[in-house]
């Protein structure tokens, strides 16, 4: 079926989605944007952040629930079943060290 596209970051072709890499031991899956394997890694090296919840690596291009820490800052936790019940009022998605698509979920 030939390449599925061109990794955004060094253009290289990618020839089959997902790109899968492990990273500090949980695998990772990525759809879109498109990135290489060694880029996905090097992007992970760079911008995962960590659970607040579970203590988990949160791998960038991935939903996040977000939290108010007390001192304003935000703390991030997984988009699962487990990490998202503690209490997170907003979700987003985190990109490259940044936070995306940040949108306040209705207060129940
Ligand atoms: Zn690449
Ligand atoms: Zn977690």
Redesign the pocket.
Known sequence: MGTMGNCQECRGEVGHLPTVVEFEGQEIFLFNPVVCEPCLLDLCGKYATV??????V?PPYTQVGVLKADDGKKQF??M?T??STVGSAFHGYWGKGELHHFVEIEAC
């Not at 659970?51 to 988990?56: D, L, R, S, T, V």
């Open positions: 659970c607040e919840n579970c203590g988990g949160i936790v997984h699962n487990t990490c």
